[in-house]
C-alpha cells in the first residue's frame, strides 16, 4: 500500500496524505477538518483562485474618498480548496499551490 503525501502550506501545516482508498487531512489552521476520509464518500474537489473582492475594495474607496483617506487598497480573497464530502464541505483555506509541482495529485 502506498502512501503520498501533498504538502499545500507550510505555516500552518495543510497536508494530505492520499493513501489507496482514504486520504488523511492534516489542517493546523482549522482542526475541525482534520482526519480521515474516504474517497468513495468524496463527491467534488474544487480548487478556487485568488480573486478580487471587488464589493469590500468599492467600500474601502468610497470610504477613503468620503474622509480623504488615500491608502486604498485592493482587497483579494484567498486561494483555496474546497471539498465536496457527503457528509458536508471542507474548505482549506490560503492555499498557494503550484499546479505543476503538484501535477501528481491531479492524476492520483
Known amino acids: 500500500m502506498t502512501t503520498k503525501t501533498i504538502s499545500l502550506r507550510d505555516k500552518p501545516v495543510l497536508k494530505m496524505l492520499l493513501h489507496q482508498r482514504t486520504f488523511d ?9 482534520k482526519g480521515t ?7 467534488n474537489v474544487t ?16 470610504a477613503a474618498l468620503i ?19 457527503d457528509s458536508g464541505n471542507l474548505k482549506y483555506g490560503s492555499i498557494k499551490l503550484i499546479l505543476k509541482k503538484h501535477r501528481g495529485l491531479l492524476l492520483y
Open 47 to 62: 480548487l478556487e483562485p485568488r480573486q478580487t473582492d471587488w464589493l469590500v475594495s468599492a467600500l474601502s474607496m468610497a
Open 67 to 85: 474622509t480623504d483617506y488615500a491608502g486604498v487598497d485592493i482587497y483579494r480573497n484567498q486561494a483555496h480548496l474546497m471539498l465536496a464530502m
Open 37 to 43: 476520509y474516504d474517497f468513495k464518500k468524496l463527491k
Open 25 to 33: 487531512a492534516i489542517d493546523d489552521a482549522e482542526p475541525a477538518n
